[in-house]
């Protein structure tokens, strides 16, 4: 009797916790967006009316670089990207946090200087961290905080992504290194949905009471797939894996000449090119989410072929800033880089229809995230909410087939 009593108050004890951190990764999420919503706005939009300046965009972009140069040159490789946060938590079984204040920093000003990169490296970096710091002053949470750390970085992504299932998926897959989670155990699936409830409530709440900061994917229409659009998977899936093998050449030869240039300077070219990109063609800056939702707002003014070129643009501006320094996550962009290659592949094969695009981009993005994530069930889950339920079994078969077609 007195054991069972013992496991019962461990469980609440556990599950407050749990609560806890949800609720706290959820309000250092909404902070954190909503100053990059607030920074942003004021650099693109207030201050390009008030100030008259001819090439603005690449002035900003290329001043902004140089200043990330020169943090970084002071304090160091910040933000760290998703797959080393992950891998140190894995093999170091820890996370350092004494500078949480230079990680926040340096995952804010690539964000708001209109980098071709997501929130979403920065931000698991800093809660992971926290949730080592929970560990380490803590006195219940130090035994677990391997585990609190996993459970940490599922709610951000769940939180960013608007999607609760992704972050178990991606975290879970990432850990065990197979293609279906190990997700039996009773207790493991309560705590993940304890956890992220607890976030998802208190994101909602501020939101709503305070307003959002950046915003997640926007949801397709709803498009009955016809048997035309059956017929083209495999050149869908086929496109999707082309430009996933465009990501892994243009990754590697930006990452080559990225190694031969000095700190700072790195930094600078690498805003310029952001800033010229930017000027050219505004809609390859900044994560993705908004100029999505205006393409498919917008989708029959746009030729087919200025999409399918910005898609390639969109991935290589995207390794461009990573490797630079301008750095942040991948997911965000090279998602709209796959809907942009789906629209534009469908725009040419159905030039008179736009009732395939919506299967198209689906199929596309989920070949080319598939391939560049290789967790089929994670990209399901992220792109689950944004593409009609339909489509949710062709997609996990084009997240299957672009997983075993990387390299």
Known sequence: MKTLSVKLKNQLNLSLFCIIIGAFTSAVIWLFLKAVSAATAFIWEWAPGKIALPLYTVLICTAGGALIGIFRNKYGDYPEELTTVLGKVKNEKRYEYRNMSVMLLAAFLPLIIGSSVGPEAGLTGIIVGLCYWAGD???????????????????????????????????????????????????????????????????????????????????????????????????????????????????????????????????????LCLGIAGLAVPAVMFSGEEQMSELIAAYPEYLPILLIGIAFLKILLTNICILSGLKGGHFFPVIFAGVCLGYGIAGLIFPESAEHVVFAAAIVTSALLGGIMKKPLAVTMVLFLCFPVKMFVWIFLAAAVGCKNST
């Open 137 to 271: 002053n803590l006195k219940f949470a130090r035994g677990n905080v391997k585990e609190y750390s996993e459970i940490g970085t599922a709610v951000t992504l769940s939180l960013l992504f608007h999607s609760p299932l992704f972050g178990i998926f991606a975290v879970e897959e990432d850990k065990e290194e197979k293609a279906v989670p190990d997700l039996t155990k009773t207790s493991k699936i309560f705590i993940y949905g304890l956890t992220i409830a607890s976030g998802f409530g208190v994101y909602l709440l501020l939101s709503h009471l305070f307003g959002a900061g950046m915003g997640a994917f926007p949801t397709f229409p709803a498009q009955e797939p016809k048997r035309a659009d059956y017929l083209m998977m495999i050149p869908y899936i086929i496109c999707g894996c082309i430009l996933c093998r465009f990501y892994q050449i243009s990754h590697r030869g930006c990452g080559y000449l990225a190694e031969r240039l000095p700190n700072v300077l790195k930094e600078t070219l690498g805003g």
